[in-house]
């Protein structure tokens, strides 16, 4: 079993100073050493197989780096410099902080406990933060190494920084403008998204609509969403009544999505009846509404045709897949729609997204409903791209922060909707 790197830095901090202090003078030239050569090691942890001779890879690591740094002729920084365009960035601001010899050792002990949260990240924000934070590259160069769009550099950044910052305890400290004002608690953007969909259709409940509105405010990312969502929605066509319909709107840079199903239900006003005698609450026996899909994706929350909440718990079947049963809800209409927003996970075993090759960003999605449905698909792309080819759908819908690829049709019970498109940036 491989120790967590934290683990490492503590127990061999000592005697890796001992080993960079034969080949300089000067303390504070083998202290900056021994920070770099954590920063490697860090870096090319993952390729360390356990084999009892975590020293002896150190060394080498460690004599690598005396050996490039000692020949050059200036001396080497400490690689945690800030990015340009990460000025204003909290963690970039704690990590360069520190002009006294007190706050310096504070931030030498700081780094290893930054380093300790960057390891637990995952593996896409970890390697984000290796390349902007511990490499100083720019968002376009880590998406340049990364292949993958800016947009999901600075979202994964964004991220990760907030994670970071819940590590070490400093959520507060940075974040002052989180905290209330007005006496509306801002909530935060993972707390916000399920009602973004809603928010754009123009149904909350005004208690929350005006949290969503005071939140967007103050987040772009979060504005940029809703916006685009007021713009794409009046454009979206639903099946006539019943016949089952469906949406589905990714944000595959944020791994974000909203997924709407509408349903007919023929005997809602009995459903309605016991509902009311029930007090919205569905006994355990009866699955009204329910749906499965695999643990890459996780619901953050459902919502009616009139944006009422609907309390629709996941748990896990043996097979370890999701299943969703709606345990309470305020009312049943005659088409009932079940509007979902879902987080994936950033997982090598997603099927869907944007991947990149030679320059060119290539989308890809299907959707299976084994039944006759009217079903669309919308994959969010940055507002600049260009040259924009459907090779399976029906076009692109500008809506300002951002364009949607779409496919829109009706489907019969044997048939797949899918979604395929390229384009460039820049
Ligand atoms: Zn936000």
Partial sequence: MKAPFETVVEENTAWLFALVRKHTDRRETAEDLVQEIWIRAFRVYDSYCEDGRLRHWLSRIALNHIRNTVSRAAPCPVSLDVPADGENDPLSTFLSAGASPEEDYLRSELTAEVLA?????????????????????????????????????????????????????????????????????????????????????????????????????????????????????????????????????????????????????????????????????????????????????????TFDNEGNEIDYPVYKTVEKNCRHKAVSMKKVYPDMWLHDCALSTDSPDVWWGITKEDHVYHGSTFNYFGGHVKSAMYVAIPANAKNIRINRGNGVIDCGAFKFAYVDRYVAEDEQLALDFTYTLD
């Fill in 117 to 301: 949260a960057v390891a637990k990240l995952p593996e896409a924000q970890r390697q984000v933060v290796t390349f902007r934070y511990l490499d100083g590259l720019s968002v376009e160069e880590t998406a340049k190494v990364m292949q993958i769009p800016k947009g999901t550099v600075k979202s994964k950044t964004h991220y990760a920084i907030d994670e970071i910052r819940k590590q070490l305890g400093l959520e507060d400290a940075v974040r002052p403008e989180k905290k209330k004002r007005k006496g509306v608690s801002i909530m935060e953007c993972k707390e916000m998204y399920k009602y973004l969909f809603m928010y754009a259709m123009g149904k909350l409940p005004d208690e929350i609509r005006a949290a969503v509105a005071e939140h967007l405010k103050e987040c772009k990312v979060c504005d940029d969403i809703a916006a685009a969502l007021e713009k794409l929605i009046p454009t979206m066509v639903f099946a006539e009544e019943g016949v089952m319909s469906h949406y589905g709107i990714d944000f595959f840079d944020l791994n974000l999505s909203y997924v709407g199903v509408r349903t007919p239900v023929p005997d809602y006003e009995e459903r309605n009846r016991l509902l009311e005698e029930w007090n919205g609450r569905i006994p355990d026996d009866q699955c009204w509404f329910e749906c499965g899909h695999n643990d890459l994706v996780t619901t953050i929350g």
